[in-house]
């Protein structure tokens, strides 16, 4: 039912900073949690952080913690990723996704729909 459009990715060197968004249309936004995922090339897809429908509940992956921060926008139906002191390690394509629920989790079956990626690339 909702369609995501993830946009904000680029190259950036170690240490910069980037904000990924992604816009949703045609279904409810704000009654649902989001989240973001990142898979690297030969391995498997990770859990990034994830947000409550409200906003007022974070989630993020250890390896992500004190850098990166999930945020949204309910008025603009928009998801946002701002990642800060950024790694190699972070390379991937980053992918957004709706909950089932309205909290916070981690597991990625609980997320039904799923945008189309943006390209993460950090250089040393």
């Known amino acids: 039912q909702v369609q995501l459009v993830e946009s904000g990715g680029g190259l950036v060197q170690a240490g910069g900073s980037l904000r990924l968004s992604c816009a949703a249309s045609g279904g409810t936004f704000s009654s649902y949690a989001m989240g973001w995922f990142r898979q690297a090339p030969g391995k498997e897809r990770e859990f990034v952080a994830s947000?409550?429908?409200?906003?007022?509940?974070?989630l993020y992956a250890d390896s992500v913690k004190g850098r990166f921060t999930i945020s949204r926008d309910n008025a603009k139906n928009t998801v946002y990723l701002q990642m800060n002191s950024l790694k190699p390690e972070d390379t991937a394509v980053y992918y957004c996704?709706?909950?089932?629920?309205?909290?916070?989790?981690?597991?990625?079956?609980?997320?039904?729909?799923w945008g189309q990626g943006t390209q993460v690339t950090v250089s040393s």
């Open positions: 996704a709706e909950s089932r629920f309205s909290t916070v989790t981690t597991q990625g079956p609980n997320f039904r729909s």
């Open positions: 947000i409550s429908n409200s906003g007022s509940t974070t």
